[in-house]
């Protein structure tokens, strides 16, 4: 076991007064759901509810000189602890324009952006997008009984000649066809508004992947369906081969035979209807009398049908889909991206492009709100936005460490950066770790027990995006490992289009890099000190695949010099090539944190609890062990009841 493991030691005190463990809570080989583990990699250190902002006119500008600014470098060198990789978009590590391996500025300037927002008690207005996440996880009872109404899922009872059966429907979901018109997005009508009164809205038919199959497998020489095989070739879900039957608790189910080769589709047809909802045939335009198109969705267990749409009507009011639901369905598709990649890209799923039309599904309720997807089974806005869980209290326009330092740009103005980052050159030990495969897909922002603050007794509904009050836990930081890769075991690789692969330099390599600042005062140089040093044995982590313990570094300020006015610009006789002098790092860091304390009433910046947070998960003396880190198997994570524990009760854990 390396140093800062938990596992068969003694509780121990770290730095910042809290108590080791023991064994942890999730041991090895134990069952998460017998063992009540609830965990992840990552933790969220919370935000700064009262918010550091400048006072009318501290900002220093660009323009101004004067011997009580700093401009100068910083000079640091990172040693990698675990293997680290950088991506540089092919699984390899990114090199530098002369063949060099080289962490981006950019990266860098993320981490330490990301440092400063938490120890600079900033705003993360600018970071939390205002848009309404998507969801269609019904695991929850709350939200389900919410999904449910929206779509207005029941049981129908159907009379048909004399035949009296009962079949579930979405009878508040209507189809119809979405069309890009210069960037705007309208849905017109079908011509058909409901397929049968019991029904209600639902004015599309739904088709049975089994009768299909049935149909062919008993008179393939009269087949009714043949649009769906074409040249012999299903592009069904299913091969054209009899369906298993079985029975467990929920009653008789049909197995068929998956086809490897199904992407999503939708094609225009025709078709016939008997007893109103029920289509007898399907062929290619024009074969039959009714007209529309025939869609499908993406691959799912138990999943063995596809729906008919009728053809537009473009007589009919339409239905402007408003921006912001746009942009909210495109970035809740962009984040999907990875996952899609199973159903044949995102690119059936997505909204069509300029002068192109496509069947869509919509619900609009009384109140004017729109959901709208490419299947039946929405997934559905929530009431509220990500960035109202945001409770911090500062002005709308204020100015903070963060904006000050590295610049903003927006409906409010906009400031140039004070810093800039060059890469971070490799100097030694650039020996290649071993390759790697992993999932590296994770919980999202949607996964509320984690990223959303919960009642203490979860007892009732948990909290979500349509709660109101609803509050973010914070900021998401990934726990220390002293190896890689860990926690891998009972990964499924067996999905290779959700596979990433992975080809790391080695533990031990190093790099050097550079960050040049111009105009800072005191406490803003102490502050970006401090965050890029941080306490005496803190870590860090960046790159891929930081869940299984890759892209741990030590970092190290070897230089930090200033511009000497007074030798750049003073009367001398000879030329100074040097106009430097060197910064002490420890005083800086202390006079941003005494400046700090004043605003504070003069408590410790490192007595602040959510400073406390950060700093235990960046201590490399303290790193809870392995098991406590790691994520929960699939079925304790789709079962649970519990939100994700505090990064102290982590810390704390017994």
């Known amino acids: 076991m390396g140093a800062g493991n938990f596992k068969n030691k003694k509780v121990s005190t770290n730095r910042y007064g809290s108590k080791g463990c023991g064994k942890g809570f999730g041991c090895k080989g134990s069952d998460d759901k017998a063992s009540g583990y609830v965990g992840a990699p990552y933790n969220f250190v919370p935000f700064s509810e009262k918010v550091y902002e400048y006072t009318q006119g501290k900002q220093v500008m660009h323009d101004r000189i004067s011997d009580e600014l700093f401009t100068g470098e910083i000079t640091y060198e990172i040693e990698a602890k675990t293997p680290i990789l950088i991506d540089n978009g092919k699984d390899e590590f990114v090199k530098d324009a002369q063949g060099r391996y080289a962490i981006p500025g950019s990266t860098m300037r993320g981490l330490i952006r990301s440092n400063v927002q938490v120890l600079g008690l900033a705003g993360y207005e600018d970071d939390i997008d205002d848009y309404a996440l998507m969801y269609r996880d019904v695991t929850n009872k709350a939200k389900d009984d919410r999904y449910k109404t929206i779509l207005d899922a029941k049981t129908v009872t159907v009379n048909d000649a004399g035949r009296q059966y009962r079949v579930g429907a979405l009878l508040e979901v209507r189809a119809g066809y979405v069309k890009n018109e210069g960037g705007t997005y309208t849905i017109y009508k079908t011509c058909v508004d409901s397929i049968r009164k019991e029904f209600r809205n639902m004015n599309y038919y739904i088709l049975s992947e089994r009768k299909i199959i049935n149909d062919y497998l008993k008179h393939p020489d009269h087949f009714s369906y043949q649009v769906f095989r074409p040249n012999g070739k299903s592009i069904l879900q299913h091969e054209f081969v009899t369906f298993d039957r079985y029975e467990n608790a929920?009653?008789?189910?049909?197995?068929?035979?998956p086809n490897k080769e199904y992407r999503p589709y939708h094609i225009p047809v025709s078709y016939e209807v008997k007893n109103l909802k029920d289509i007898s045939a399907v062929g290619k335009p024009g074969e039959y009398t009714n007209e529309g198109y025939a869609v499908s969705t993406g691959k799912m267990n138990e999943k063995k049908v596809l729906y008919i749409i009728p053809k537009i009507d473009k007589k009919k009011e339409t239905i402007t889909i408003p921006e912001k639901d746009v942009r909210a369905f495109r970035i809740d598709?962009?984040?999907?991206?990875?996952?899609?990649?199973?159903?044949?890209?995102?690119?059936?799923?997505?909204l069509p492009s300029e002068g192109e039309e496509k069947p869509i599904f919509y619900v609009e309720q009384p109140d004017g709100r729109l959901y709208f997807g490419f299947t039946p089974r929405l997934r559905l806005f929530y009431d509220h936005t990500v960035r109202e869980g945001l409770n911090q209290k500062c002005k709308k326009d204020r100015i903070d460490y963060n904006r000050a330092i590295f610049g903003y740009a927006g409906t409010d103005g906009s400031f140039r950066s004070k810093v800039s980052f060059s890469d971070a050159v490799v100097t030694e030990g650039a020996k290649a770790a071993s390759g790697q495969q992993f999932i590296l897909a994770e919980p999202k922002p949607t996964s509320y027990f984690d990223?959303?603050?919960?009642?203490?007794?979860?007892?009732?509904?948990?909290?979500?995006?349509?709660?109101?009050?609803?509050?973010?836990?914070?900021?998401?930081?990934?726990?220390?490992?002293?190896?890689?890769?860990?926690n891998t075991a009972g990964m499924n690789?067996?999905?290779?289009?959700?596979?990433?692969?992975?080809?790391?330099?080695?533990?031990?390599?190093?790099?050097?890099?550079?960050?040049?600042?111009?105009?800072?005062?005191?406490?803003?140089?102490?502050?970006?000190?401090?965050?890029?040093?941080?306490?005496?044995?803190?870590?860090?982590?960046?790159?891929?695949?930081?869940?299984y313990g890759y892209g741990v570094i030590a970092l190290n300020i070897t230089q930090a010099k200033a511009l000497d006015l007074k030798k750049a610009y003073g009367q001398r006789e000879t030329l100074e090539l040097q106009p430097f002098r060197d910064i002490c790092v420890n005083e800086m860091i202390t006079a941003y944190q005494e400046s700090i304390s004043r605003f504070l009433g003069g408590r410790k910046i490192t007595d602040l609890p959510h400073i406390k947070d950060f700093f235990h998960m960046k201590d490399s003396r303290h790193i809870p062990d392995d098991e406590q880190t790691r994520y929960m198997d699939l079925k304790s994570f789709g079962s649970r009841r519990k939100a994700l524990p505090s990064i102290e009760e982590v810390v704390n854990r017994q």
């Open 250 to 257: 929920r009653g008789v189910h049909y197995k068929g035979t």
């Open 333 to 350: 598709l962009n984040k999907r991206e990875k996952t899609l990649k199973q159903f044949g890209g995102k690119k059936h799923f997505d």
């Open 451 to 486: 990223y959303l603050k919960q009642p203490q007794n979860l007892r009732g509904p948990a909290n979500t995006y349509n709660t109101d009050g609803f509050t973010l836990r914070g900021a998401k930081q990934y726990w220390l490992h002293t190896k890689a890769p860990v």
């Open 493 to 547: 690789r067996k999905n290779e289009k959700v596979v990433s692969g992975m080809h790391p330099l080695a533990q031990g390599v190093r790099f050097r890099g550079k960050i040049r600042f111009q105009n800072m005062t005191q406490d803003e140089l102490g502050l970006l000190l401090w965050a890029v040093r941080l306490d005496p044995d803190c870590w860090m982590n960046v790159g891929k695949a930081k869940a």
